[in-house]
């Protein structure tokens, strides 16, 4: 049974820093290219990030480089996202993908940037 669990979402004020962890079960992760997208309330699912699955190429949106990280741990299995420099507009839930022959998607984690 494969599982995505992410953890480390929560409030946060402008400015601030979290980071986001993917915990995988169930797939070969060292296999998988994987990915953070996001969907802010009434706005479509967006890809934020993406990591190679060796961690040689990583590619971001416009709007989070700079202030966001992604990186993996192959051998435990788990993939973070380093969040800094938090905005408002950066409110959303965010998913963790993994990405070969299938695609699986964990539950989200709800990160909220607010005052």
């Known amino acids: 049974q494969v599982q995505l669990v992410e953890s480390g979402g929560g409030l946060v004020q402008p400015g601030g820093s979290l980071r986001l962890s993917c915990a995988a079960s169930g797939i070969s992760f060292s296999r998988y290219n994987m990915s953070w997208y996001r969907q802010a309330p009434g706005k479509e699912r967006e890809l934020v990030s993406r990591?190679?699955?060796?961690?040689?190429?990583?590619t971001y949106i416009d709007s989070v480089k700079d202030r966001f990280t992604i990186s993996r741990e192959n051998a435990k299995n788990t993939l973070y996202l380093q969040m800094n420099s938090l905005k408002p507009e950066d409110t959303a839930v965010y998913f963790c993908?993994?990405?070969?022959?299938?695609?699986?998607w964990g539950q989200g984690t709800q990160v909220t940037v607010s005052s």
């Open positions: 993908v993994a990405q070969w022959f299938q695609t699986y």
């Open positions: 990591i190679s699955s060796t961690a040689d190429a990583t």
